[in-house]
């Protein structure tokens, strides 16, 4: 699902991070689950401060995630497999958990280059 740029390019970003960041995947019989699991397996191969989980709670109808901080807290929840600008926006997420956010990534600078 990351293309090998795409990976170069989150793996310079992430490679900011200087806590721990938490992905973790709702349950979910949707269709799209795999796909959604794939991509965040693969975005938290690119960093030691990410990780994937799966959630033991309740089940959603559609597939979704919560990106969390190192003890559980609270982030942003995310309902669907994000693409386009919803990708940018995770990462986006992933950052401010980590209290990095800003408007302009290095990802986002590179993606909005002529």
Same mark, same amino acid.
């Given at each position: 699902?990351?293309?090998?740029?795409?990976?170069?390019?989150?793996?310079?970003? %992430?490679?900011? #991070?200087?806590? +721990?960041?938490?992905?973790?995947? $709702?349950?979910?019989?949707?269709? @799209?689950?795999? &796909?959604?699991?794939?991509?965040?397996?693969?975005?938290?191969?690119?960093?030691?401060?990410?990780?994937?989980?799966?959630?033991?709670?309740?089940?959603?109808?559609?597939?979704? %995630?919560?990106? #969390?901080?190192? +003890?559980?807290?609270?982030?942003? $929840?995310?309902?669907?497999?994000? @693409?386009?600008? &919803?990708?940018?926006?995770?990462?986006?997420?992933?950052?401010?958990?980590?209290?990095?956010?800003?408007?302009?990534?290095?990802?986002?600078?590179?993606?909005?280059?002529?």
């Amino acid at each position: 699902m990351l293309d090998s740029n795409l990976k170069d390019q989150l793996t310079d970003v %992430f490679s900011r #991070l200087t806590g +721990k960041v938490i992905l973790r995947a $709702a349950k979910s019989s949707h269709s @799209g689950q795999a &796909e959604l699991v794939e991509m965040l397996e693969a975005a938290a191969g690119l960093s030691d401060r990410l990780s994937f989980e799966r959630s033991e709670g309740e089940t959603s109808e559609h597939p979704a %995630f919560e990106v #969390l901080g190192e +003890k559980g807290e609270k982030g942003i $929840a995310f309902r669907g497999i994000p @693409g386009g600008h &919803e990708f940018s926006s995770f990462v986006l997420a992933v950052l401010h958990r980590d209290g990095k956010a800003s408007s302009r990534t290095p990802a986002s600078s590179r993606a909005s280059a002529p």
